[in-house]
């Protein structure tokens, strides 16, 4: 699988976040973006998630066989973790990732050890109001181990994360790349030391 | 399918769970019909006049508010996003929401008014007829509230505006409602003004789903 972005340009509101932005991908490659608060990072992982659309450029999704992926297969492709966390005060842990299970069509059987990947199996029974920032965020990069998909993207996936949580997130991406997955991950952090990184500028 | 009920069971409990949920729906209602008499004096002649329009105003103001929790929420948190990548369709995803807000509002008023009636000296008669009119009714009421949230969340705090927007579309189903209720007590067929009502309410399930998908796509960026 590859992903493959030509001469991207994107506009929010009325500015121009970012242009001319190239990039490619293929399995078993991740691709960090850095850049200040305000330079497009977000931006570009919706734009990437197909949740945007593009000002210019050309952005494509291709399968081993290089054939485009779009509409219901693309959006089965691919994983989008946004820095925003989806807990409900009302719902407990076990009862949010059921519900993101499903929306995702994923089997409910595999929400308790996605739980126990991310060291929540001790919290499930407990409301989403009473979680600590980085067991929310916790909460939300179990949906990565729902079910498997090629594509993973992920926004601010470090923040709020102790060292260990940090680390957990580290096997689970370098296992997800070695088995030929693809990650673009925005952060203000080191992270998948190695990989190839992508700078985006402020006001470009 | 599975997707489908794991979403209306979510809101489900959501509605229940929530401080403004259905419990509130259902006191609200029942407020507006045991505070009535108390502003409009004892005279049962008079109740009995006001009664049918009094429940079908309680009933539009009651289904008002579930309604901002509705959509507004997931489209703050991001989980519209979710929705917009899972495989179900949107006009699906709202109709999950559309019954489950229904069944913590309407369908509970539904039940409750014929409990609440003798406060209104409504005659025995036309107890029945209420309860059909609410059934057949507030799936419709639920319906446009739909749409009017889904219009709702591109505005900021857009309580008022979902107020001012469903109110004129909901007049409809006050005057037959009411007139069905106002027919079955002084002894007429209400059967004219409920099948209007049912072809109003049939309408707004049909195309409450379909403005409210279009709206939160329009809300895209």
């Known amino acids: 699988m590859r992903l493959v972005a030509e001469g991207l340009a994107a506009l929010r509101g009325e500015r121009v976040v970012f242009r001319h932005v190239n990039f490619e991908v293929s399995s078993g490659q991740a691709l960090v973006l850095y850049g ?6 977000t931006t570009l ?15 494509r999704l291709l399968d081993n066989d290089s054939q485009p ?18 807990i409900r005060t009302q719902l407990r842990v076990r009862e949010t990732l059921r519900f993101h299970a499903a929306l995702l069509g994923a089997p409910a059987r595999d929400v308790d050890a996605a739980l126990d990947v991310w060291g929540l199996s001790a919290l499930a029974g407990i409301s989403g109001g009473f979680l600590s920032a980085g067991q929310r965020r916790r909460l939300s990069l179990a949906r990565l181990s729902l079910q498997p998909r090629r594509l993973w ?19 689970v991406c370098n296992k997800h790349l070695a088995d030929g997955g693809i990650i673009v991950a925005a952060t203000h952090e080191p992270f998948l030391a190695g990989m190839r990184t992508l700078h985006l500028s402020s006001g470009a | 399918m599975r997707t489908f009920a794991a979403l209306f069971w979510r809101d489900l409990v959501l509605n229940i769970r929530s401080s403004g949920g259905a ?6 209602f029942a407020l507006i019909v045991v505070l009535a008499p108390l502003g409009l004096g004892p005279n049962a002649a008079t109740l009995k006049a006001l009664g049918p329009g009094l429940f079908w105003i309680a009933a539009l103001l009651a289904t008002l508010l579930g309604l901002e929790r509705m959509v507004q929420q997931d489209v703050e948190d991001g989980t519209l996003d979710l929705f917009r990548l899972s495989p179900l369709p949107m006009e699906l995803i709202i109709v999950a929401k559309i019954l489950a807000h229904w069944l913590t509002s309407g369908l509970i008023i539904t039940l409750l008014a014929p409990l609440l009636a003798p406060l209104l000296s409504l005659s025995f008669d036309a107890v029945p007829t209420l309860t059909l009119s609410l059934l057949l ?10 749409a009017a949230a889904a219009l709702g969340t591109s505005v900021q705090r857009g309580g008022m505006v979902l107020a001012i927007l469903v109110l004129p579309l909901n007049v409809p189903f006050l005057i037959f409602g009411a007139s069905a209720v106002a027919a079955a007590q002084s ?6 003004a409920l099948i209007f009502l049912a072809a109003a309410s049939l309408i707004a399930m049909v195309v409450g789903p379909l403005a409210a998908a279009a709206a939160l796509r329009l809300n895209e960026d």
Not at chain 2, 187 to 192: A, C, E, F, L, Y
């Open chain 1, 45 to 59: 992982l919706r734009i990437l998630a197909g949740l945007l659309a593009v000002m210019a450029g050309r952005l």
């Open chain 2, 187 to 192: 002894g007429n067929d209400p059967s004219q």
């Open chain 1, 36 to 41: 200040p608060n305000g330079s497009g990072k």
């Open chain 2, 137 to 146: 009714g507030t799936p419709g009421l639920s319906s446009i509230g739909a």
């Open chain 1, 69 to 86: 992926l779009t509409g219901e297969a693309r959006d089965g492709a691919l994983h989008f973790i946004s820095h925003q966390d989806m």
């Open chain 1, 153 to 171: 993207l992920l926004d601010e996936p470090l923040v709020a994360l102790d060292a260990q949580a940090r680390a957990r997130l580290n096997n």
């Open chain 2, 23 to 28: 419990a509130l729906s259902a006191a609200f």
